[in-house]
């Protein structure tokens, strides 16, 4: 089974600020295939980066992915007041798909 | 546009059982992998189950395996998890999601289970 480490555990960012979040893989992970996902309080997780550096449909370009192998980096260049939130990245290369410990990313 | 509607959850005592549904619609639901993934209070998320397309392949997480059967109708378009000997630590939002080998997730909104006495 692929762990997926993320860190920091939570980052404490002001707007406009650049947040970078961390995924690091016990195992290369086939393909690319890591994905980021944001969840907010009471919602869904919602994809933001699959292929490792892809954006989903209707995600702002300030959302940037990068990284093979076993790291990989979400960014996100200007911080919006609605972007706080918990991001998560998950391998969906190798069953079983697995899911990082996730990023707080809240407001200083 | 993929949609994913979860149902089934409620309060339950330990011991018991509950069946969770996900009508699936806006894709070709037999063309997909569908998994089950819940989220304690406060917690991370944890992959449940899993089924492929055709049913031929299913698998779960350590935690629930022997407890709890993921199945699917591919004529109706749904999803099932059925939970038996439910635990206090099985207390989560339950998600189903769209997705698989080499295919992000869609999620739907999740559905609430508590279990306590």
């Known amino acids: 089974e692929i762990v997926l480490t993320q860190s920091p555990g939570t980052l404490s960012l002001s707007p406009g600020e650049r947040a970078t979040l961390s995924c690091r893989a016990s195992q290369s992970v086939s393909s690319s295939y890591l994905a980021w996902y944001q969840q907010k309080p009471g919602q869904a997780p919602r994809l933001l980066i699959y292929?490792?550096?892809s954006r989903a449909t209707g995600i702002p370009d300030r959302f940037s992915g990068t990284g093979s192998g076993t790291d990989f980096t979400l960014t996100i260049s200007g911080l919006e007041p609605e972007d706080f939130a918990v991001y998560y990245c998950?391998?969906?290369?190798?069953?079983?798909?697995?899911f990082g410990g996730g990023t707080k990313v809240e407001i200083k | 546009e993929v949609e994913l509607m979860e149902s089934g959850g409620a309060f339950i005592q330990p011991g018991g059982s509950l069946r969770l549904s996900c009508a699936a619609s806006?894709?070709?639901?037999?063309?997909?992998?569908m998994y089950w993934v819940r989220q304690a209070p406060g917690k991370g998320l944890e992959r449940v189950s899993g089924i492929s397309g055709n049913s031929g392949s299913i698998n779960y997480a350590d935690s629930v395996k022997g407890r709890f059967t993921i199945s699917r109708d591919n004529s109706k378009n749904i999803l099932y998890l059925q939970m038996n000997s439910l635990r206090a630590e099985d207390t989560a939002v339950y998600y189903c999601?769209?997705?698989?080998?080499?295919?992000?997730?869609?999620w739907g909104q999740g559905t609430l289970v508590t279990v306590s006495s």
């Open positions: 806006g894709f070709n639901f037999n063309g997909y992998s």
């Open positions: 999601a769209k997705g698989g080998i080499g295919v992000p997730f869609d």
């Open positions: 292929g490792a550096s």
């Open positions: 998950q391998q969906y290369g190798s069953p079983p798909l697995t």
